[in-house]
């Protein structure tokens, strides 16, 4: 195969880095394997060493691809998992519009074999202009964040907070320093705030430092970020900010009717 340049064409290493994505994507490797050694991809390609190193040097920095010092270089050994961000509820389940949070993450582990872990925190915090706009309250007031930090099989795999009016959470379990069971729909519900509906917002941003820190992520994978608000039929009672690594999620939406 040559990838020779045109006219107008990318330099050869982002054509190479462009092909080598595509195989990978086809299933040509399998997690965990070894990518073909610099000399073969030369052989292959019709390219310089420099030219492959570059190549691989960007697949490196999306996290597809992971150099083992002595050993050679690695397809990514995790794999990518579809997360139902919205997934209506099942017939019987609580009169809320989707499927908790918890529920859909517990379900997707067991499905893929995988241990789901989860650590919680509770603050007392000044809501920024995104979330006080949002939830129409005045600008710098405080708000409840409920943060839940989860793991799959001990890899970082989502940052997950949930800011609620401190008038709204007094005196219910959103109180609590503990994660209440069921999700903190229940919470909601206890207190006579039944969600009808939400607004969901989703961009990708690249992580600060202290996330890419948490995700121990490759240098160029970007977060998907999903910013949901809830509403009752008064009004708005909650933001969720959700923040995923490009390279382990997938987010999936379901709507209308479904069958299991």
Known sequence: MNISRGPGQAPKYQR???????????????????????????????????????????LVNEGLLVRVQGKGTYLKDHPVLDHHAYLSPAAGAAATPLTPPSLSYAREAERAG?????DFQMLIVRATTDITDRLRIAAGEAVVLRRVLRHMDGEPW???????????????????????????????GAAGHVEIGCVDELAARM?????AQWFQ???????????????????????????????????VYSLGERKE
């Open 114 to 118: 995988r241990k789901l872990t989860a």
């Open 158 to 188: 989502s940052i997950e907070e949930s800011h609620y009016p401190v008038a709204l959470a007094a005196s219910t379990a959103l109180m609590d320093p503990d994660p209440v069971a069921g999700g903190d729909e229940v919470a909601l």
């Open 207 to 211: 992580p600060n430092p202290e996330e």
């Open 16 to 58: 190479l880095a462009a092909d080598l994505r595509r195989r990978i994507m086809a299933g040509e490797w399998q997690a965990g394997e070894a990518l073909p050694v610099e000399s073969e991809l030369e052989s292959q390609y019709g390219v310089a060493r420099n030219t492959v190193r570059l190549a691989v040097d960007v």
């Open 217 to 251: 992520a490759g240098p160029g994978v970007p977060l998907l970020v999903q910013l949901r608000t809830g509403f009752t039929g008064k009004g708005p009672i909650r933001v969720t900010e959700t923040r995923y690594c490009a390279d382990r999620n997938r987010l």
